[in-house]
């Protein structure tokens, strides 16, 4: 619930402003300030296996890729020169991020070449690192995201709506693509032990 509150109050008030030439739904500067606003209240959840934000975990704006297409207004204010916006939102792990998950895949996969039981848990393991390889190159987010254009003298302000769709969006990214890339880095860093990682919980995370 608190996590909750914390990202309605920052979505509200979150609006990145900019030079704009161009005073339409997909202005680059409003398109930057979505990108932002979206991912930084997606880095603010918490990772409820360490219970740290993911941000402090190593993860950054970089980790995703976010795209925007069927970009159209819905509604104008003229007495306050501003357009209502809509857009479908897609995203998925950045080149870098994956390439960073796939590294730290092999190392991992390396020490648990050294568990006790690897031999007779070897299939789960490997369906574990199977699963979390496949998950890298294919797992997507998809959403819509609302938002307010406000074309000022000199700049154009854009303001991301609090709306079930956005916060919908914002918990699938943290829960569907940074907790899985949380779960590798903490394996990574020794703060989560390998028989926690090669749980049925992680399975699913990686499977669903």
């Known amino acids: 619930m608190n996590v909750r509150k914390i990202a309605a109050v920052i979505m509200a008030s979150a609006a990145l402003s900019g030079c704009g030439d ?23 959840k918490m990772n409820l296996s360490t219970y740290k934000k993911f941000g402090s975990i190593g993860l950054t704006p970089d ?8 970009i159209h207004a819905t509604d104008s204010n003229p ?14 792990y950045s080149d870098k991020e994956k390439a ?5 895949m092999g190392v991992i996969e390396d ?25 890298t190159d294919t797992r997507t987010v998809t959403g819509t995201v609302e938002y307010i254009v406000f074309n000022t003298k000199d700049k154009v302000i854009t303001e991301v709506s609090n709306t079930p769709g956005v916060n919908k969006v914002i918990d699938d990214i943290s829960y569907k693509l940074l907790y899985p890339t949380a779960q590798l880095l903490e394996v990574d860093k020794n703060t989560l032990p390998l028989d926690r990682f090669y749980s049925k919980e992680t399975l699913y995370v990686f499977s669903q």
Not at 63 to 70: I, P
Not at 100 to 104: A, E, F, L, S
Not at 114 to 125: D, Q, V
């Open 63 to 70: 980790s995703l890729t976010l795209r925007l297409d069927n």
């Open 111 to 135: 020490r648990a070449k050294g568990m006790s039981n690897y031999n007779a848990s070897r299939l789960f393991i490997d369906n574990v690192n199977n699963s979390a390889r496949r998950m």
């Open 100 to 104: 960073r998950m796939k590294r730290i």
């Open 22 to 44: 161009a005073f339409s739904c997909n202005n680059p500067e409003s398109i930057r300030a979505i990108n932002e606003i979206v991912t930084s209240n997606a880095l603010n």
């Open 79 to 92: 007495s306050v020169n501003s357009l209502t916006c809509k857009a479908q939102l897609t995203v998925v």
